[in-house]
């Protein structure tokens, strides 16, 4: 099948998908303290966890410019999906429509959608995965823009922080609440919501009970699970992410589960030992 599925770097694909050439990866860069990281194959997590701690600041993402999304959109491709992650965090969906616009004006017409996960991370994975599901059964390309966002429609996304520093220093917690929340080890747990926004659905006092908390939670959302896959990205937290596994398997039966290691945008929101769910 003759397509391309662009996937800004805050998806975190898996090595199957690396290697398959119907993917491609379009970096986000962070700026930590004035230092400059690009989002691609270079990002080193363990030298990028470290700046984080060490910094009193919050890390800052720059999205992909309108050219760069230019760039990718050059392929030969004829059927071209763009997903990003939620336009409610990121500028990312709205310079891939500006790309889309000046390509078309400069190029002509060209079969090119750009999806706003609403999502972020392996919620941007598991709707690549459902493109290329669509597009290898035969479908056309509208046809495969209408059923996705269907399925985009049951889409859950939670997570669960380890620290809550980050949210403490873009202002999104104040200084009193995070000190009584690591005093008390109360661990939020969050979900994305249908607009792409983010809210606390839960806490618990410990990492353990709060992930707990969160499979439970979104199990219990799940219809169908036979039909879904049940993605886990995690920061530098492994083991966390294969006791997931092992709770989930035991909980229901899914089509698929796979797990990832967060890259550079997923590894600055998840922060060190983060995790993220997606069904």
Not at 98 to 111: D, N, T, V, Y
Not at 114 to 127: P, Q, Y
Not at 210 to 235: G, L, Q, S, W, Y
Not at 238 to 252: F, Q
């Amino acid at each position: 099948m003759n397509y391309k599925i662009i996937v800004d770097s805050c998806g975190d694909l898996t090595e199957e998908m690396k290697a398959d050439g119907h993917f491609e990866s379009v970096p986000l860069e962070i700026s930590v303290d004035g230092y400059q990281i690009v989002d691609d194959e270079t990002f080193d997590q363990a030298d990028f966890l470290k700046r984080v701690k060490e910094s009193p600041n919050c890390p800052k993402s720059t999205c992909p410019s309108p050219e760069r999304y230019m760039k990718a959109f050059g392929c030969k491709a004829e059927h071209i999906y763009v997903v990003t992650l939620s336009s409610q965090l990121s500028g990312s969906y709205n310079s891939a429509e500006l790309g889309k616009k000046l390509w078309i004006e400069e190029h002509g017409a060209k079969s090119i959608h750009v999806f706003d996960s609403k999502s972020a991370s392996v919620g941007e994975t598991v709707l690549a995965l459902k493109i290329q599901e669509y597009e290898e059964a035969g479908l056309g390309f509208e046809e495969v823009i209408a059923k996705v966002n269907e399925f985009q429609q049951g889409l859950n996304t939670s997570f669960v922080l380890e620290t809550l520093d980050t949210l403490r220093k873009n202002g999104r917690l104040s200084g009193l609440k995070a000190f009584v929340a690591n005093t008390l080890n109360i661990k939020p747990v969050m979900a994305g919501t249908r607009e792409g926004t983010i809210c606390q659905i839960g806490q618990a006092r410990g990492i353990a009970k709060a992930v707990d908390k969160m499979v439970e939670d979104i199990i219990a959302k799940t219809k169908d699970p036979r039909e879904k896959i049940f993605a886990v990205a995690h920061c530098n937290c492994p083991n966390r992410a294969a006791e997931i596994v092992e709770k989930v398997k035991k909980s229901a039966l899914f089509k698929d589960v796979f797990v990832v290691d967060t890259a550079g945008i997923s590894s600055m929101y998840a922060n060190d030992g983060g995790i993220i769910v997606v069904v």
